[in-house]
């Protein structure tokens, strides 16, 4: 058994959650997934969400908010995380406006300090979830490395996306050691040859090199996300977890 813990993003069955969110969410515990990453409560109060994924053995492990929503409301989301059980809040996108240069991300940088210190303060351990226009260089350096550079890395962790390392020309085992210590938090996600999303373990990632590498680097939860599927996002995510399970990581 792994030293990390496997979940579930929900935004994989994101459609199916509009639908039928306590349904949605029962399938997945039925499924195996023990964990998953959650940003709100479908209607209910928080009080009736935690009962609610408490009766099916999940554990909310995080959440995905906006850095603006952060800056506005960051005792909302620190109400919401509290009531849930989350021990991780994460940034998932940056807007384009705020990316162009390597001043943009320093900018980020200073804005996610920011909001790193008044999170951990509360308990919490803040991180940013990179796509691939990270990987876009600035003088040489990247500006995820950027980020990471300017960030303090008591306050600024990193939830880092197996596939859009690949899709930004990048190895991924090779960022989770770069990173190693700073890195709490994996999204497995894979790519099938076409550079489409698949399965984990159904398309070109070398996991045993990304799985060895998260060891190494005291990754604490890896989450299956796909952010498109082939199939139903159901049916997606139990290939997914059956992969994890023939690795013996559930």
């Known amino acids: 058994m792994a030293t990390f813990r496997i979940a579930l993003q929900t935004y994989t069955v994101r459609e199916e959650m509009a639908r039928d969110f306590q349904g949605t969410l029962r399938q997945i515990a039925e499924m195996g997934y023990p964990a998953v990453q959650l ?15 408490d009766s099916l053995g999940l554990t909310v492990f995080g959440g995905h908010f906006g850095l603006e929503q952060l800056e506005k409301n960051l005792d909302g989301v620190l109400e919401l995380a ?16 705020l990316r162009r240069d390597a001043e943009g991300w320093k900018n980020v940088a200073a804005r996610m300090n920011a909001i790193g210190e ?18 876009q260089r600035f003088d040489g350096k990247t500006g995820l490395d950027i980020l990471m550079e300017n960030t303090d890395p008591k306050l600024v962790q990193l939830e880092l996306d197996t596939y859009w390392v690949k899709h930004g020309g990048e190895d991924p085992a090779a960022y989770i050691r770069q990173y190693a ?3 709490p938090l994996l999204h497995l996600k894979d ?11 159904h398309g070109i990632l070398d996991w045993d090199s990304i799985f060895q590498a998260a060891e190494e680097a005291g990754v604490q939860w890896a989450a299956v996300e796909q952010d498109t599927c082939q199939r139903p996002a159901l049916e997606s995510a139990r290939l997914s977890l059956e992969f994890l399970k023939s690795k013996g990581l559930v």
Do not use: C, Q
């Open 39 to 53: 940003s709100d409560t479908g209607g209910m109060s928080i009080a009736e969400a935690k009962a609610f994924l």
């Open 181 to 183: 210590g700073r890195v």
């Open 82 to 97: 509290r009531g849930l059980g989350m021990e991780h809040i994460v940034v998932p996108w940056m807007p384009e406006e």
């Open 191 to 201: 790519m099938a040859p076409d550079g489409s999303f698949a399965e984990v373990g």
């Open 118 to 135: 008044k999170v951990v303060a509360a308990g919490f351990v803040f991180g940013y979830h990179n796509h691939s226009f990270e990987f």
